[in-house]
C-alpha cells in the first residue's frame, strides 16, 4: 500500500489508448497517484492477489468480464477495497446493479479532459476514506469508557427480526439483570424480552423511521430475568452495513419506569373525565364492578329526588325494585365480561314512584386493561314521552325535507302539503290544501295514481310503488316528476287516503338523454373504452375491446380488469389512481401497460386514465381508453438500442484523439498526432457503419435475380484485402436487392481480412471463397467461407450482436449489417467452421422444408 498522500490505481478497460491517456492524464492532474493499467479484468484480478493496490478504476462493456462482474469478484476477496465504476455506457439499471454489488464510486466518461480532475478526486476520496477506517477503532476504543458510565446501555444491533446485539454496554445487567455475554451471544435476544404484545408496534416505528433516515424513538415494556415489568426508552439510528448487507443500530437504552407510573395515574383521570363528558345526556352513572355507585349527574338527583349526600351512601340496587336485583347483578357482569349492554328496568324514586328507564352501559378501562366500572346513561322510555318525540322528530322531517310531500284523504282530496310542495307548485298552502290533484296535475297522471294505490291495496306483500309524472306549477310550467306512493289504513284495515312524495326528475331526465348521445360516441371509437368501479371490476367496456383482447364486452363486465392486466401493471395503475386522488388539479394520467389476450398475448398498450365524479368525495372508480402502442414501443427499443451504440462506441475513440491532442500540445511531442489521426479513422468507420445499420430497418429496394459470381467480384474490389485472394467459380444467380447483396459481400470480406488471418500472418496467404449451397436437386442459398483461424463456437452467436468485435481496431458493426441485409431479404444466416477450420457463413434463401 502507499504512504499517506500516495495512491496506486489499478485501471482496467479493454481499449488501450484510451487506458494510456487516462493514466497519463491522472498522473499529471495529481503527483501523488500511480496508475496501472490491464487490458481484461481476468489478468487484473490475477495483479490484485500478487501486488498491493489502493484503489481499482475499471470499465464496464469489456470482453470475457465486464465490469459488474469484475466487481464481485473483487468484493469476494477485497471487500473493502475502493473500486471506481468508470464507464462510457451509463444508465440506471447499470448504476443500482453496480451499487447493489458494493461499488464505491459511479463515473460515466465523458468529452474532454476535465474529468481526469473529477477521477482523481473520487480515487483519492475513496482512499481516504479507507485509510481512515483504521484510525476509527482506536476512537471507539477511547469511547467504551464513557458508555460504562452512561445511566442505562449503549449498543450496536442488527436490524433485523429479534434485534440480535453484536454488543451491550455493562449497563444492560442493572437495566434487565442479563450479563452482557449473554444478550452478545444470541442466547437471549432483545426481541425476546419485549412484550409480545407490543413488539409489532415497536417494530414498525423503528422501521419508519429508518426507511425516512431518521434516529428513531420508541418506549416499550420488558420483563427482566427476574420477571419484573419495566418501562424502557430507547433512541438510535443506523450507522451502517455488516457484510452480509444487514442495516447496523446503534443506540442508547434506560428505564423510565417511575416516570410511566404516573403517566398512569394520569391517564386514568383523564380517561374518567372523557367519558364523564361523553356521556352527560339524561342520567349519567358510573358504578364499579361491585354494583357501589361511584359518579352520577344532576339529572340522577332530578329524577330520583334524593341529594347527593343520600346517593353517595347507596348501593346501586337501591334504586330499583327488590324482584330486579338479579336481573341489575347479572346485566352488570354481563357488561364487565362482554364490554356493553341494554336493559330496561324502573326507576323507585324516592317517593316510591316507578319510572321506566332504558339503561345502556359500557365497561370503562384503563389503559392497561383494567376494568374501572361501567359507565352509561338512562333514558326515561314512558309511552306518552316516547310518542311525542317521534311525534316531533316526524313533523320535523316532514318539513325539513327537500323533497316535496302531500297527503289525500280517502276521497282523493289534498290534506297536507309541506313547505318544499309549496315551493314547488308557487301556489299559497291555502290554495292547496282541500283542492283536488287534478289543478296540479294532468287528468292522466291523476288516473294512474289511483289505479297504483287500488292494486297496492289488493297486494299485501307491497308498500310503495313509484311512477312518472307532471305538475303543473302556478305559472303554467310542466316539470317531469318521480311520485312515490304509498295507501294509509286505519287500525281495521280501512282505506283512508294516501301519502306521496314528490322528487323533480328533469334534470336526471335529461343526464339519461345525455348519455344515451355519449354512448353512442364511445361505441364508435376504433380503441377500447371502459369504466371501472371502485374495486376495479368493469362496468362497461365497448365493442372496440373484443378485436384486442379476444374477450366480448359481456365476457368482461363483473370481471376484475386483472383478467387483461399482468399484476406489474395493476400496481402502476393503483399508483397512478392514488396520483390522481391526492392532486385537486389533475385530470388524467397516463398508465404503460401490457394487455393480455384471451390467448396469453401481451400487447404494449397506452391507458389514459380518469377518476369517476363521485357527489360524496368518496373514490368512485375509474375511466380510460387503451390504446395498442406495440409498433411505437418497437420504434423506442430501435431508437434506445442504436442510441446507446453511439454513445458508448464513439465515446472512447473521441476520448483518444482528444486526450492525444492535448498531450500533443502540452508536450510538443507529434508522436500523439498519429494516435489521434488512427482514433479518427476509426471513428470514420463507426459512423459509415452506424448510418448502414440504421438503413437496414428499411425495406429492401427491387430485387431481381443477380448473379452471384459478378456481384462477389464487384464488392472485392471495393474492399481493401491487401493481398488475400478469392476463389469464386460458381455462376448461379440469386432473388436480391444488388446494392444491398452488395455490401453484405463487402462487409463478409473486410470481416474475413481483418479477422481471418492469424496473428503475425501475412493477409495474402487468405483466401475467401464464395459457392452456393445445394439441397437435393435445388439451390437452397450461398456460402462464404475463408481458411483463416475461425471462430470460437462459444462467440459464434455474439458476432452478429452490435458494437461486438475481438479487434483494436473493428467497428464491431459489420455482421450486424450483414444480419440485418439477410433477415430484410428473408434468409436466414449461420456462422459455421469451414473444412480448413476458417470461418464460415452460410445464407439460406430456400426455407429447409421446401
Not at 399484476?567 to 389512481?577: K, N
Not at 435445388?778 to 455474439?798: H, L, M, N, Y
Request: aromatic letters at 6%; charged letters at 30%.
Amino acid at each position: 500500500m502507499g504512504s499517506d498522500g500516495e495512491i496506486r490505481v489499478l485501471h482496467v478497460d479493454d481499449e488501450p489508448e484510451f487506458g494510456d491517456v487516462a493514466a497519463m492524464h491522472l498522473e499529471r492532474v495529481d503527483g501523488g497517484i500511480d496508475v496501472v493499467s490491464e487490458r481484461d479484468a481476468c489478468t487484473a484480478l490475477g495483479r490484485l492477489r500478487s501486488e498491493p493496490f489502493d484503489c481499482v478504476v475499471s470499465d464496464h462493456d469489456m470482453p470475457n468480464m465486464n465490469g459488474l462482474e469484475f466487481l464481485k469478484a473483487v468484493r469476494e476477496e477485497f471487500p473493502e477495497l475502493p473500486f471506481i465504476l468508470f464507464t462510457g455506457k451509463g444508465n440506471e439499471e447499470i448504476a443500482s446493479d453496480a451499487i447493489s454489488a458494493g461499488v464505491t464510486e459511479y463515473l460515466q466518461k465523458d468529452v474532454g479532459t476535465d474529468q481526469y480532475a473529477v477521477l482523481a478526486n473520487r480515487i483519492r476520496r475513496a482512499v481516504g476514506e479507507y485509510r481512515a477506517k483504521a484510525a476509527l477503532e482506536e476512537s471507539e476504543r477511547q469511547l467504551s469508557t464513557v458508555i460504562s458510565n452512561l445511566p442505562g446501555m449503549v449498543y450496536r444491533a442488527r436490524n433485523e427480526p429479534g434485534w440480535p446485539m453484536e454488543f451491550v454496554s455493562d449497563g444492560v445487567e442493572e437495566l434487565v439483570g442479563y450479563a452482557p455475554e449473554t444478550v452478545e451471544s444470541g442466547e437471549v435476544t432483545w426481541g425476546d424480552l419485549i412484550e409480545e404484545t407490543e413488539m409489532d408496534h415497536v417494530w414498525e416505528r423503528v422501521q419508519t423511521c429508518l426507511a425516512a433516515d431518521e434516529p428513531f424513538e420508541v418506549t416499550y415494556k420488558v420483563e427482566t430475568a427476574d420477571g419484573e415489568t419495566r418501562w424502557l426508552w430507547e433512541r438510535g439510528r443506523v450507522v451502517g452495513t455488516d457484510d452480509e448487507g444487514v442495516e447496523l443500530l446503534e443506540g442508547f437504552v434506560t428505564d423510565i419506569t417511575a416516570r410511566k407510573e404516573r403517566e398512569r395515574e394520569l391517564e386514568q383521570t383523564r380517561q374518567f373525565t372523557e367519558t364523564l363528558v361523553d356521556a352527560i345526556d339524561d342520567m349519567f352513572y358510573l358504578v364499579s364492578p361491585e354494583g357501589e355507585l361511584l359518579r352520577w349527574n344532576d339529572t340522577v338527583l332530578d329524577v330520583t329526588g334524593y341529594s347527593d349526600e343520600e346517593i353517595a351512601s347507596m348501593h346501586a340496587l337501591d334504586l330499583f325494585p327488590e324482584a330486579y336485583h338479579d336481573v341489575l347483578l347479572d346485566r352488570l357482569k354481563e357488561t364487565v365480561a362482554e364490554g356493553h349492554t341494554t336493559v330496561e328496568l324502573p326507576i323507585q324514586t324516592k317517593d316510591g314512584e316507578l319510572i321506566p328507564h332504558e339503561f345502556r352501559g359500557s365497561r370503562i378501562e384503563d389503559p392497561y386493561g383494567g376494568v374501572l366500572g361501567v359507565a352509561g346513561i338512562a333514558r326515561d322510555v314512558t309511552d306518552s314521552k316516547t310518542r311525542k318525540r317521534k311525534l316531533e322528530q316526524y313533523e320535523t322531517l316532514v318539513e325539513n325535507v327537500g323533497d316535496a310531500m302531500y297527503v289525500l284523504d280517502a276521497g282523493g282530496t289534498i290534506r297536507m302539503a309541506n313547505d318544499a310542495m309549496v315551493d314547488h307548485l308557487g301556489y299559497e298552502r291555502e290554495e292547496i290544501i282541500g283542492t283536488e290533484p287534478t289543478k296540479f296535475m294532468p287528468p292522466e297522471d291523476v288516473e294512474t295514481g289511483n289505479d297504483i294505490i287500488e292494486r297496492l291495496l289488493s297486494d299485501p306483500d307491497r308498500t310503495w310503488a313509484t311512477f312518472e309524472m307532471h305538475t303543473i306549477d302556478a305559472d303554467g310550467n310542466r316539470t317531469v316528476n318521480e311520485d312515490k306512493v304509498a295507501p294509509l289504513v286505519d287500525d281495521d284495515g280501512e282505506f283512508v287516503g294516501s301519502v306521496g312524495v314528490i322528487r323533480d326528475i328533469t334534470e336526471r331526465t335529461e343526464r339519461e338523454r345525455e348519455l344515451e348521445r355519449y354512448e353512442t360516441i364511445v361505441e364508435a371509437v376504433d380503441d377500447p373504452v371502459y369504466t371501472l368501479d371502485d374495486e376495479g371490476v368493469f362496468t362497461f367496456v365497448n365493442e372496440a375491446i373484443e378485436p384486442m383482447t379476444g374477450y366480448s364486452p359481456e365476457e368482461l363486465v363483473g370481471e376484475h380488469i386483472g383478467v387483461v392486466m399482468t399484476d406489474e401493471g395493476l400496481e402502476r395503475g393503483e399508483r397512478v389512481i392514488q396520483d390522481l386522488l391526492d392532486d385537486d388539479d389533475a385530470n388524467s394520467g397516463t398508465l404503460e401497460m401490457d394487455i393480455v389476450t384471451r390467448d396469453g398475448e401481451r400487447i404494449p398498450s397506452e391507458n389514459n386514465m380518469a377518476l369517476l365524479p363521485a357527489p360524496d368525495g368518496e373514490f368512485a372508480g375509474t375511466a380510460g381508453v387503451i390504446r395498442d402502442i406495440a409498433e411505437r414501443k418497437e420504434r423506442e427499443e430501435r431508437l434506445s438500442e442504436f442510441a446507446s451504440v453511439v454513445s458508448h462506441d464513439l465515446r472512447n475513440p473521441l476520448n483518444v484523439v482528444q486526450g492525444r491532442l492535448t498531450l500533443a500540445e502540452e508536450t510538443g511531442d507529434v508522436d500523439h498526432l498519429g494516435d489521434a489521426a488512427g482514433a479518427a479513422d476509426r471513428m470514420e468507420r463507426l459512423i459509415e457503419d452506424l448510418l448502414s445499420l440504421a438503413r437496414q430497418g428499411e425495406t429492401v429496394g427491387t430485387t431481381e435475380q443477380v448473379d452471384l459470381r459478378t456481384t462477389a467480384e464487384q464488392a472485392w474490389a471495393n474492399v481493401d484485402t491487401d493481398g488475400a485472394t478469392l476463389d469464386c467459380a460458381t455462376t448461379t444467380t440469386v432473388e436480391a436487392d444488388p446494392a444491398r447483396l452488395r455490401e453484405l459481400l463487402e462487409n463478409l470480406f473486410r470481416n474475413s481480412v481483418e479477422h481471418g488471418a492469424d496473428t503475425g500472418s501475412e493477409t495474402a496467404d487468405l483466401t475467401v471463397t464464395v459457392d452456393t449451397m445445394a439441397d437435393g436437386a435445388s439451390t437452397a442459398g450461398f456460402v462464404v467461407a475463408d481458411d483463416g483461424r475461425g471462430i470460437p463456437p462459444a462467440t459464434r452467436e455474439k458476432i452478429f450482436e452490435r458494437g461486438y468485435t475481438s479487434s483494436d481496431h473493428g467497428t464491431g458493426f459489420g455482421l450486424a449489417i450483414v444480419e440485418d441485409i439477410a433477415t430484410a431479404h428473408g434468409w436466414s444466416v449461420e456462422a459455421t467452421e469451414s473444412a480448413t477450420g476458417g470461418a464460415r457463413f452460410e445464407f439460406r434463401t430456400t426455407p429447409a422444408d421446401r
